[in-house]
Nanobody
Framework: QVHLVESGGGLAQAGDSLRLSCAVSGRTFSRYSLAWFRQVPGKEREFVATITWNGRTAYYADSVKGRFTISRDNDKSTLYLQMNSLKPEDTAVYSC???????????????????WGQGTQVAVSS
């Protein structure tokens, strides 16, 4: 029903920048909060950032605050993650997600999201 496709991942060196994109279809985009999560194989999925349904407020994990910026373009039904000052510990598969219910204020818990993309790999070398 809902499809999400991430893009923009790749190889980078410490200090570089990347911008991830997530194209969403199958749901009224502007009504739902959106989020980015990341995961390293064998480790727990980690919250990265979320943005409210109206784009008014964003929340970030402490590990990325000040370096990453989440944004959305409702006209294009696309979510973005601008990643600056990349560190080797940012290496992971990054996935975008759509909240279960509309009009949300943004959540850090993966249980509050029911649609996920396949993920895009980000690898940062020192």
């Amino acid at each position: 029903q809902v499809h999400l496709v991430e893009s923009g991942g790749g190889l980078a060196q410490a200090g570089d920048s990347l911008r991830l994109s997530c194209a969403v279809s199958g749901r009224t985009f502007s009504r739902y909060s959106l989020a980015w999560f990341r995961q390293v194989p064998g480790k727990e999925r980690e919250f990265v950032a979320t943005i409210t349904w109206n784009g008014r407020t964003a929340y970030y994990a402490d590990s990325v605050k000040g370096r990453f910026t989440i944004s959305r373009d409702n006209d294009k039904s696309t979510l973005y993650l601008q990643m600056n000052s990349l560190k080797p510990e940012d290496t992971a598969v990054y996935s975008c997600a759509v909240a279960k219910w509309p009009m949300g204020v943004g959540s850090r818990r993966q249980i509050d999201y029911d649609s996920w993309g396949q993920g895009t790999q980000v690898a940062v070398s020192s």
